[in-house]
């Protein structure tokens, strides 16, 4: 560049024939400054002296290193972390004295410090727990309960709300109460207007899942799936991640619909939500086209609640110290050599057989099985 600069080419010209800005042209001209090529130093630095002036001295550094293994070896607190040696270099009248955080600086440069940086790994793909999910061959659709919001005047509410894990399908349902047969019907017009997913996910609310207090049941909204082949999946307990997409809609639902306006009334409110449905829908319309596709309801269909259950059941757990895992009321031994693990636990209904296979975030590929028992549910009637 100096070169041709030098036979009489514009600097501009010179910039744009080597792809480099014209700061950079005249910065190289500058150090040339009129010597000959070949004697010129070429070596790219920063501008100021070679050493900050704020640097700390090296036989400063090198005490702050003599200091810690000092009190490694023989300090009766047994501390030797910068806060240690900063005292210590106070006390002996080192100047200057440098702060905690220059002390744990000077360690982290010089390899002394012991601890270890925590292992970022990539976050597994979503819905990782269930295999044809985690491939993309089969929809999921969420559902959770926002509960303890309160219209002025009194008029309590519930949103019963939804979303698709991959094409983001939302819906809301704004009401006085959500029960399970509320709930029930919700999910009916979702998937009569919408098609049905593979698998249909929820947390462990009794309305979704049935009465705790008893064992092997299964509740209404659970039958409905069955009735209609959606894999009814519920998440672990106080687990993180696994509600991540209802959990995020939910957020968005509050800021966007109910701290957004000041409702009159219930039905003002489900106005303004349906609104932000259609406009969320029409928003995500592009990924709702390219998420995996859903079956068709069925016509003439009617939920039966007294009907034989067929399909599966999927219930992800945490086993406990023994590798045991707890679901319907019973507690499975499952795994001693998988103890305070997840599981995926699949109810076969038909074989009267349930699967436990290992999950793990950090290989969510690799699913073995670990145990499988017999477990059939007993026929009785459900109370409606």
């Known amino acids: 560049m100096v070169a041709a600069v030098r036979r009489g080419v514009t600097l501009r010209e010179v910039a744009r024939r080597f792809r480099v800005g014209l700061a950079t042209v ?9 010597q000959r090529l070949d004697r010129v ?3 790219d630095r920063p501008a100021g002296p ?3 002036a704020n640097r700390t001295p090296q036989d400063l550094e090198d005490l702050v290193l003599t200091l810690r293994a000092e009190l490694k070896d023989q300090s009766d607190l047994g501390e030797f972390g910068a806060g240690a040696i900063r005292d210590a270099l106070e006390a002996r009248g080192a100047r200057p004295l440098p702060s905690a955080r220059t002390i744990g600086r000077i360690l982290e440069r010089r390899g002394a410090l012991d601890g270890r940086r925590r292992a970022r790994r990539p976050a597994p793909p979503p819905g990782w727990y269930l295999p044809d999910l985690a491939a993309r061959r089969a929809e999921l659709d969420s559902f959770d309960i926002v509960e303890g919001l309160v219209i002025r005047g009194g008029t309590d509410v519930e949103v019963l709300n939804a979303t698709a894990l991959y094409g983001g399908l939302v819906s809301s349902w704004p009401m006085g109460l959500v029960t399970a047969e509320a709930a029930a019907e919700a999910l009916t017009a979702r998937w009569r207007a919408d098609g049905l997913p593979a698998y249909a996910q929820f947390d462990n ?3 979704f899942q049935g009465a705790h207090q008893h064992k092997d049941v299964v509740g209404r909204v659970a039958r409905l799936c069955l009735g209609l082949g959606v894999t009814p999946v519920f998440a672990p307990p106080r687990e993180t991640g696994f509600q991540a997409a209802i959990e995020n809609y939910n957020g968005r639902w509050q800021a966007k619909v109910w701290a957004r306006f000041t ?4 039905d003002d409110l489900v106005s303004r939500s349906d609104k932000y449905v259609a406009a969320a829908r029409v928003r995500s319309a592009a990924r709702i086209e390219a998420a995996p596709p859903r079956r068709p309801f069925p016509e003439g269909w009617r939920l039966s609640l007294q009907a034989p259950l067929h399909g599966r059941i999927v219930y992800l757990r945490r086993t406990g110290e023994t590798g045991a895992a707890e679901l319907l009321g019973h507690r499975f031994e499952v795994d001693r050599a998988w103890p305070n693990r997840l599981v995926r636990a699949e109810v076969d209904l038909d074989a009267g057989r349930i699967r436990f296979y290992a999950l793990r975030r950090r290989d969510p590929a690799r699913q073995p099985l670990l145990r499988e028992v017999a477990h059939r549910l007993p026929a009785r009637r459900f109370r409606e």
């Not at 910065?27 to 400054?33: F, I, K, Q, T």
């Open 50 to 52: 070679r050493r900050p």
């Open 263 to 266: 409702h009159e009334s219930i």
């Open 26 to 34: 005249r910065l190289w001209v500058a150090r040339a400054d009129g």
């Open 205 to 207: 609310d009794t309305i």
């Open 41 to 43: 130093d070429w070596a």
